[in-house]
């Protein structure tokens, strides 16, 4: 949550009239004197302004200590432990005082993407659009991730062009592992015969395709790594880059 100006004028004056509150009493206990406490506090509040001002430009000069946007779009399959993988990342990086926004696809397609169905043309129109929420979210200093299947690897590389800082982070595991998993029974839909009411069609890895990214910019093997040694692996990468 962001302080709107007007919360943060009040906050910044309820602050000083505070101190200037404390500081007339203490010049008073001290001097005893009105005069001589009204002169301590005008002194004292034109010298902290001027003060504040300089600290202000001293630390605006400086670029240590703060971090900026990044776009991570993440590729994998369904199961392969994407959005928990961000979600777990997103926690820890906020504890940091880090902005962090998951672009999760399954939440998108309910929303800004619902009117898109499943073919290629449909899935790399969801993928833009999701690229361009990541591409804005991360100009204004917000590590942004997508996490979708995003399996094609022409829409993969037009992403990356969106933003110079953008990042392709491949989370795989195999489709054996997948299918094992299949905490939603995605797979076991996908794999029903033909005409089945309950058969899902198009489905990534059964019958739609999964191009394997050939040049990624991190790999994190979810089949062989448990999610938190993933999510230090992730955690660190985005550390190095916005920092």
Same mark, same amino acid.
């Given at each position: ?27 008073? #206990? !001290?001097?005893?004197? *009105?005069?001589?406490?009204?002169? =301590?506090? +005008? %002194? ?87 690229? #361009? !929420?990541?591409?804005? *979210?991360?100009?204004?200093?917000? =590590?942004? +991730? %997508? ?97």
């Amino acid at each position: 949550m962001i302080d709107s100006k007007k919360r943060s004028l009040i906050k910044a004056i309820s602050w000083r009239l505070i101190g200037l509150f404390v500081l007339s009493c203490i010049a008073y #206990f !001290v001097t005893g004197s *009105l005069e001589q406490t009204s002169l =301590v506090a +005008i %002194i004292y509040q034109v010298f902290m302004i001027v003060l504040y001002i300089l600290h202000e430009r001293a630390w605006n000069s400086t670029t240590w200590g703060r971090t900026r946007g990044l776009f991570i779009q993440m590729t994998g399959l369904s199961g392969s432990g994407k959005t928990t993988l961000a979600r777990l990342v997103q926690q820890r990086l906020r504890r940091k005082g880090i902005q962090v926004e998951v672009i999760d696809g399954d939440e998108y397609r309910a929303g800004l993407c619902s009117d898109l169905g499943f073919s290629k043309e449909d899935r790399n129109r969801n993928i833009r659009r999701l690229g #361009f !929420v990541a591409k804005v *979210l991360a100009r204004n200093n917000v =590590v942004t +991730i %997508i996490s979708a299947i995003n399996p094609y690897d022409n829409v993969r590389k037009e992403l990356k062009l969106l933003d110079p800082n953008g990042k392709l982070v491949y989370v795989k595991a195999s489709l054996d592992t997948v299918k094992e998993r299949d905490t939603k029974g995605l797979y076991r839909k996908a794999l029903l015969p033909d005409g089945h009411p309950e058969r899902i069609n198009n489905f990534t890895g059964i019958s739609d395709p999964f191009e394997p990214p050939t040049d990624v910019d991190l790999f994190i093997p979810t089949d062989s790594a448990d999610i938190e040694r993933s999510a230090n692996t992730l955690e660190y990468f985005i550390m190095r880059n916005i920092t």
